[in-house]
């Protein structure tokens, strides 16, 4: 199933009105629009979907056989001169809440109450930008993209602590997945400017342990001439959005945990894929260059051997 969001939406700056001042931007000789950043299930035929450029968040249906938006919320909410558009990134769901990236350093929260998407706050906090995001426990973990740190925000009393990780030179975190004393990241740094054709960067995918107040490195995967952006764990693995400047080309890739961090498959999807979520037997992603969700089989994602175990019933392995 593939879900279109398509916004018409001005690059040039309005005294009403929507518009994303960014437009297209660059990853080798391939541009695009900042358009669906992330997808989360609710529940198995219920989404909420974010778009970048709209600064806009959608409810959507897909219980039938044609997806249905049951409603959406324009991110709109009152600075300190004037009504400004929040920009939305990256989703962490928790229950009926979603804590939302901005890659400002702002972040939303939305409640979702009998199908109504309702903005209930947005907060500044700290002097980084944030694109990765998180839930863990009574924490919100929001990735910064220029001091090596993960700032802690309390969701009872929004008191801020931080968490230094441990990294050989300086990455943007995009990505964050806390289980346990583990923490999973996706990590990349651009090389030239995503203005003209050419850019570039690298990109890892790294788990760490929590020590004291530091996260140190277990073991990282790199990945040379890539852009990488979502990831989501689920079923003993990790799945990462990546985009290929030297192949052109977007990739869902696959990694397990064993003695070292693998790559057991790379599956080609639609180019500048974003975000990701899995649901039982099924995964979906979000892609920039076609302004759309993808519903897929997770199956598809997996390798033969593990697709099999995946999908049997815990009851017949015994």
């Not at 018409?8 to 660059?26: A, D, N, P, T, Y």
Request: aromatic share 10%; net charge positive.
């Amino acid at each position: 199933m593939q879900i279109e969001l398509i916004e018409e939406v001005s690059s040039k700056r309005r005294l009403r009105g929507i518009f994303w001042k960014q437009g297209e931007f660059f990853f080798g000789d391939q541009k695009r629009v900042a358009t669906v950043t992330d997808v989360k299930f609710l529940e198995k035929d219920r989404l909420v979907v974010a778009h970048r450029a709209a600064a806009k968040i959608y409810l959507v249906d897909i219980s039938q056989e044609t997806p249905r938006v049951v409603d959406s919320l324009r991110l709109r909410y009152r600075g300190r001169f004037r009504r400004r558009y929040f920009h939305p990134d990256l989703i962490a769901l928790d229950g009926a809440s979603l804590y939302i990236s901005a890659y400002k350093n702002r972040y939303a929260k939305v409640r979702i109450y009998e199908d109504r998407l309702e903005l209930e706050s947005v907060r500044a906090v700290g002097g980084d930008k944030y694109h990765g995001c998180a839930v863990k426990g009574d924490v919100l973990l929001l990735g910064g993209v220029s001091t090596s740190q993960i700032t802690r925000v309390s969701k009872v009393d929004a008191s801020v602590s931080y968490l230094e990780v441990e990294m050989k030179e300086p990455v943007r975190i995009k990505m964050i997945s806390a289980e346990d004393e583990f923490y999973f990241l996706s990590l990349d740094r651009l090389v030239g400017t995503t203005k003209k054709p050419g850019c570039s960067g690298y990109a890892w995918f790294s788990q760490y342990r929590l020590v004291g107040e530091r996260l140190v490195e277990v073991d990282s995967v790199f990945f040379e001439g890539c852009q990488i952006d979502g990831a989501v764990s689920s079923h003993g693995m990790h799945f990462v959005s990546l985009q290929d400047s030297v192949e052109g080309c977007g990739y869902v890739v696959t990694l397990k945990v064993g003695d070292r961090l693998e790559v057991v498959k790379k599956t080609r999807c639609d180019d500048f894929p974003h975000g990701l979520d899995v649901h039982d037997q099924t995964l979906a992603y979000s892609s920039y260059s076609t302004s759309s969700v993808h519903i897929r089989p997770l199956s598809e994602f997996l390798p033969d051997n593990l697709a099999r175990l995946v999908a049997e019933p815990i009851t017949s392995r015994r």
